[in-house]
């Protein structure tokens, strides 16, 4: 691709980083330490950096009743960078490294004391991943299969408002079948420092 975007998280001449996704899933014990909830405030973070931004106001985390964890935001959507042929191309914030956080001894904290690592991480770390894109230029969807696309950029209705809605499957041979609770999530949740109202709710 010509006149890619400047590389500022991530890396854009691939949409997908198999050698990456495969070392997190060969050192799965390390990387799900955390449990359910560390999953959870991965994806959580990038709209709360979107908050500091001013771009997101509100966050909505909902427990499915299979298990299913979905991360809904008002912002401004992933970016995403049209090629000379127009075709549009999502930023690889699933499937490749965020370059801030992976494996840097001076990662960020979350709020559950570990290491910031990035969404790739909780995409290497589930069964499946769905991440729907919705900007003021289109809307976009695109599903994971352990950590790498397993459909084509799928152009959806865009609908009346922006955002992102990353919805993950955690792989029970990793967590386990037990699911994550309201009451585990809600005080981490409540300890990020950000402006941004943010939501749990079951369904």
Do not use: C
């Not at 999953?39 to 709209?47: G, H, N």
């Not at 585990?184 to 709710?201: H, S, Y």
């Amino acid at each position: 691709m010509n006149n890619l975007p400047p590389v500022t998280t991530h890396e854009w001449s691939a949409e997908s980083d198999a050698a990456h996704i495969a070392a997190i899933r060969a050192d799965a014990a390390r990387y799900s330490r955390g449990g359910l909830v560390h999953l959870v405030l991965e994806v959580v973070a990038y709209p709360v950096d979107e908050a500091e931004a001013g771009t997101t106001n509100r966050v909505l985390v909902t427990l499915h009743a299979d298990g299913s964890i979905s991360v809904e935001d008002n912002g401004r959507g992933t970016n995403v960078f049209f090629d000379d042929n127009g075709k549009p191309v999502v930023k690889p914030i699933m499937a490749t490294r965020d370059l801030r956080f992976f494996d840097k001894p001076e990662a960020e904290q979350l709020p559950d004391g570990l290491p910031r690592t990035g969404m790739s991480v909780v995409a290497a770390l589930s069964t499946w991943l769905t991440h729907e894109n919705r900007r003021l230029d289109g809307a976009w969807l695109r599903r994971y299969n352990h950590g790498l696309p397993d459909s084509e950029l799928t152009e959806i209705e865009a609908g009346p408002h922006t955002g992102t809605v990353v919805h993950f499957q955690p792989d029970p041979a990793l967590f386990g079948d037990q699911p994550l609770t309201k009451e585990e999530l809600v005080p981490l949740l409540a300890a990020f420092t950000t402006d941004a109202t943010i939501e749990v709710r079951t369904v």
